[in-house]
């Protein structure tokens, strides 16, 4: 299991002596105060459904807090009724917060948006009676495909507020995996955009549904097309609808449906150990409850002065928790924004702080990590003094980049708060508590109230402080996933089979002397490329799809930026050989498979290189080993070769190689 430790490395977490505790001023005025820990430990059952009765507004109370009669499929909450929009919007209009604001929207090109919760209230509201209007109802999917919009969030609300499961697919995949995932979920309508801002220049997101419904038979009756960059777009007629025609012609008022607490709110995709991506479903009681209370707590939000920016995508999860229903429910006022950190220069995030005076900043290590490579002196520039807490999520944070965060970011005043959780998981499960825990760079330290988490070995016991092994959740938690959509044994398999009936997290972890936790990676065939999950299978999958490649493998390999890349072994047919210059990088068929990749997955899955090699290196069972691969591409010298079949082969990738890394 060692085999895939990201950041930091054992070494340098063993030696972390650094911890920053809460000032006086803000461990006196935070949410969480320590005997949080107390309560929730005392009373687990208790104490969440306390959290689901203070935070949401049920339609029909509950009574049941947890039935896993049926596990592992749990029930929170399970009698329950309520509507994720109603609390997510209305109620804040009801209890006369209506003018507060509810996103405050940059566009790339500097074009702005700000809009209230009444606001947001009647466009959510026309979009759901546009929807009805399409002959969605409860219980339908409804598949969104748009950039960093209002839209996005407008859309997913609309959803909800009726009862369609929505299934976002993020802008960046191609129109091949926006198919799959249509055909998986029957979505009955694609909500996306004529294109989005990126880098600089409109980029176009229609074609790619156009193209993904060209595949083959889907259950598709519509498209709504949001206009955002005003670029050309082909028409269907009859099955495409502008976004702004539709809701015109809705009336601004709508009456949210309640449904049962254990209702599908969403399905996400994420990938997998195999090729086909799963999806992740979440119910709506048990879910809202975790994301409003892990959104006031581990950000200590302040609705009514907090000004709070998520950097993440709505395609993602953190974009559903942490953007659409956590802040949401709790009334906050956020930042959105639709670019990239270094459009149109390098400082535009902190412009962005600057200028809307952000309070609270979530976003992932490697942004982090590509903010130092640029240098302190663009941050520098601007005023940050509003920032009070820093979050950090998708991989593991490096002690320095954590250090940079804190000191330059931070001003070394703001605590950091390191979030373990997955798409799974739902909502954040690790993490210390601003103005509760002391903050250890590097680790994600303790689970919250209410979260239990252990670190056990091969044979499932616990390995107790300074042991490492692997993540396991040995309670049910609210948010948890109910599912992998439409595969209930994958479910069970993927999840509950290592450890019979635990749940199984796919990260490796260790204990330091104080009982802190490190995240140190993932311990199967996924890799982690700027906190995006991606597959080795399904990469390889899609490599092995194009004509010219005879047989791929995959691997992550460490990267400073990036925490890993994907680097792939290939082994070309016949003609193909030929075509390649030189075995090796550089090749035009190396180009044309990157693109290839781009093309199946999106281009977050195209391999920084690809190595063309004329043998894989297997077991005598036949099987790939990755971890030489990984030597290689990693620039070591390759390990113990001695279950080789034929321990040649090494000698053959190594010499014939330059992995020098291809960019782009
Ligand atoms: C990794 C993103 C270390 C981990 C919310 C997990 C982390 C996977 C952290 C889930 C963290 C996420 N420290 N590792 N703070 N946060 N991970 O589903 O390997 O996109 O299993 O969810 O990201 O990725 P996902």
Redesign the pocket.
């Known amino acids: 299991m060692t085999e895939q430790l990201?950041n930091p490395t054992l070494e340098n977490l063993l030696t972390e002596t650094r911890a920053f505790p809460p000032s006086p001023e803000l461990a006196a005025q935070a949410n969480a105060q320590p005997e949080i820990y107390d309560r929730a430990s005392t009373d687990r059952l208790g104490f969440w459904a306390e959290q689901a009765r203070s935070l949401l507004t049920w339609s029909t109370p509950f009574t049941e807090v947890l039935d896993f009669s049926d596990a592992p499929r749990a029930r929170w909450f399970g009698d329950g009724q309520l509507n994720a929009t109603y609390n997510a919007v209305d109620r804040h209009v009801e209890a006369g917060n209506g003018d507060r604001v509810a996103i405050l929207f940059e566009g790339e090109p500097g074009d702005t948006r700000s809009i209230t919760y009444a606001e947001l209230q009647r466009e959510v509201s026309r979009a759901a009676n546009a929807l009805g209007t399409l002959g969605v109802t409860t219980g339908d999917r409804v598949a969104i495909y748009l950039p960093m919009i209002p839209e996005a969030v407008i859309a997913m609300l609309a959803c909800a507020r009726i009862g369609a499961t929505h299934s976002v697919v993020f802008g960046g995949f191609s129109a091949e995996a926006l198919f799959s995932r249509i055909i998986d979920a029957d979505a009955k309508v694609v909500i996306t955009s004529d294109g989005g801002y990126r880098r600089g220049r409109a980029s176009a997101l229609k074609p790619a549904v156009d193209e993904a419904l060209a595949k083959g038979e889907t259950t598709v009756t519509n498209v709504l097309v949001v206009r955002r960059t005003g670029q050309e777009v082909d028409w269907t007629a009859g099955r495409d609808i502008w976004w702004d025609d539709a809701l015109a012609a809705e009336p601004d008022t709508h009456l949210p449906v309640p449904v049962d607490a254990e209702h599908p709110l969403f399905i996400l995709y994420?990938s997998g150990t195999t090729g086909k991506p799963k999806g992740i479903l979440h119910t709506t009681g048990g879910y809202l409850t975790q994301c409003a209370y892990t959104h006031l707590n581990v950000f200590d939000l302040k609705p009514e002065t907090d000004v709070y920016w998520c950097t993440a995508d709505i395609g993602?999860?953190?974009g559903h928790s942490y953007v659409t229903y956590g802040p949401l429910i709790n009334g906050a006022t956020q930042l959105l924004y639709e670019g990239t950190p270094d459009t149109p220069h390098k400082g535009r995030w902190w412009e962005l702080v600057q200028k809307y005076g952000v309070t609270i900043l979530y976003t992932a290590p490697t942004a982090i990590r590509t903010c130092m490579k640029w240098g302190e002196d663009v941050p520098d520039q601007f005023d940050l003094s509003s920032l009070r807490i820093l979050g950090?999520?998708?991989?593991?944070?490096n002690p320095e980049a954590w250090m940079w965060y804190r000191r330059v970011i931070g001003a070394d005043r703001t605590p950091i708060v390191?979030?373990?959780?997955?798409?799974?998981?739902g909502a954040i499960m690790?993490?210390p508590l601003p103005g509760v825990t002391a903050t250890k760079p590097g680790s994600?330290q303790v689970p919250l109230p209410g979260i239990v988490a252990d670190i056990w070995n091969d044979a499932g016991e616990p390995v107790g402080k300074g042991g490492g092994g692997y993540l396991v959740l040995p309670e049910p938690w609210p948010a948890m996933l109910r599912g992998i959509w439409g595969d209930e044994q994958r479910f069970k398999d993927t999840y509950w089979a290592r450890f019979p009936g635990i749940y199984f997290?796919?990260?490796g972890a260790k204990y330091d002397d104080d009982g802190d936790i490190w995240?140190l990676?993932?311990v199967d065939d996924?890799m982690?490329v700027s906190?995006?999950?991606l597959s080795t299978t399904e990469i390889e999958s899609a490599l092995v799809s194009h004509p010219s490649v005879a047989e791929a493998a995959v691997v992550g390999a460490s990267d400073d930026t990036t925490g890993q890349a994907v680097v792939a072994f290939v082994i070309l047919r016949g003609e193909a050989v030929g075509r390649a210059d030189e075995v090796g990088e550089g090749s035009d068929v190396v180009a044309e498979l990157r693109n290839h990749v781009a093309k199946q997955i999106g281009p977050i899955a195209k391999p920084r290189s690809i190595l063309v090699v004329a043998e894989l290196p297997k077991t005598r069972s036949g099987k790939i080993m990755r971890r030489l691969l990984r030597d290689v591409a990693e620039h070591r010298p390759v390990g113990d070769v001695t279950t080789l079949a034929d321990n040649s082969v090494m000698d053959l990738i190594s010499s014939g190689l330059n992995a020098a890394p291809a960019a782009d």
């Open positions: 990201g994420t993602w999860v953190t950090s999520v998708g991989e593991p944070i390191d979030t373990w959780w997955q798409t799974e998981t690790i993490s994600a997290a796919g990260d995240l990676g993932r996924v982690n906190g995006h999950r």
